[in-house]
């Protein structure tokens, strides 16, 4: 899910159509294509596989599915395509593969953390301009930056979906190298834009929606991209993952209303410890493929029980520290007993959907409290 409100070092992601290998790992390079072991996939014009170099990927692969999970009726979810989460109908159509690409399912936490953001402000108020502003400051955070977010994250993680879901947009060839690469460029140009946008019309001195922007967008390049990929590491990576989804649209929230103070930072950074739990959610379907090319997420380093005790202690123990959210945490403890804790591999989904909600409820009452 990797983030945000939002890439410095912009130039490193400009991957042309002459030099398609010019980002790959050593152990792909070698290969004149990166996406299967055994069967050659069309990746645009090219014929692709992959070749991991010292790792069990081969053993991986042959369990891995080829083809989008059916459903009741033979075919994926069309739903789940369009909101970018597993389970998707295969599609054809460029606009709705783009879509998928930036999985709207990850824009939610990012609207609300504005909300949040404003409401902590205290200037908030129920008219046309401010709720026009908030509307775009939403925009910005959820489908543009979010959406880059994630697209780019597609992109790094091709060779892992080439693993645990070769059918998803990219290792399937149903999208090409370039329409990709314009996707990242257009969503990452519009969010900033909007960042600057909003500056002006909160009439700032110093840009410092953009600056949030622009430094989001580099947390989500280095989180995703090589050298750095902070996903490498479960730690780091969720962390920031973690602090990504709940301060930076805070922050910009509460900068476009109010004044963002070191209060307001230290305790949204205390909250993306819970951010870090929900982002170790997001590993549990990646597994093989992390374990595969060497990704030390939490449920490959710890092992999947370990993991999902750390997962919802680091949610349930955050909100009980820093706002004391009991009504709120009993529903929240019952469905992941209910659904996580039983099994997180399968249930992810339903579990995001049904406790989730009670996590961003929780940041908006204790937004409304620092308000008063």
Request: with cysteine; net charge neutral.
């Amino acid at each position: 899910m990797t983030s945000v409100l939002g890439v410095g070092s912009i130039s490193s992601i400009t991957l042309s159509n002459r030099s398609p290998h010019r980002h790959l790992s050593p152990a792909v390079r070698a290969s004149p294509s990166f996406f299967s072991h055994h069967d050659n996939k069309i990746y645009g014009r090219r014929k692709l596989t992959v070749k991991a170099a010292e790792t069990d990927a081969n053993e991986v692969k042959a369990g891995a599915p080829e083809k989008a999970p059916a459903s009741s009726d033979g075919g994926g979810s069309s739903f789940n395509q369009l909101l970018g989460i597993k389970g998707a109908a295969q599609e054809t159509n460029k606009w709705k593969i783009r879509l998928q690409l930036t999985k709207p399912v990850t824009w939610p936490p990012l609207v609300w953390g504005v909300v949040c953001g404003a409401a902590a402000s205290g200037n908030f108020h129920w008219n046309i301009e401010d709720v026009a502003k908030a509307i775009v400051c939403m925009m910005m955070s959820g489908p543009c930056l979010t959406g880059y977010t994630q697209t780019l994250n597609d992109w790094y993680d091709r060779e892992i979906d080439a693993i645990n879901e070769p059918y998803r947009p990219i290792p399937s060839g149903a999208i090409s190298e370039g329409e990709v690469i314009t996707q990242i460029w257009l969503l990452l140009l519009g969010g900033l834009g909007l960042a600057g946008l909003l500056d002006v019309w909160a009439g700032h001195k110093s840009p410092v929606i953009f600056y949030l922007a622009l430094g989001g967008s580099l947390l989500s390049y280095i989180y995703s991209a090589p050298p750095l990929k902070l996903k490498q590491n479960g730690w780091i990576g969720n962390f920031a993952l973690g602090a990504s989804y709940i301060s930076l649209p805070w922050w910009a929230g509460q900068a476009l209303f109010g004044t963002l103070n070191p209060d307001i930072i230290v305790l949204t950074l205390l909250y993306s410890i819970a951010g870090l739990g929900i982002a170790i959610v997001n590993d549990f379907k990646s597994i093989e493929g992390d374990r595969a090319l060497g990704l030390q997420s939490l449920p490959v380093a710890f092992g999947i029980d370990t993991a999902k005790w750390i997962c919802v202690g680091a949610i349930d123990i955050t909100q009980l520290s820093v706002a004391a959210l009991l009504g709120l945490i009993l529903p929240q403890v019952y469905f992941q007993f209910q659904y996580f804790l039983k099994d997180p591999v399968k249930n992810d989904v339903k579990y995001q959907a049904s406790a989730q909600p009670f996590l961003i409820l929780g940041l908006l009452v204790t937004a409304l409290a620092i308000s008063h």
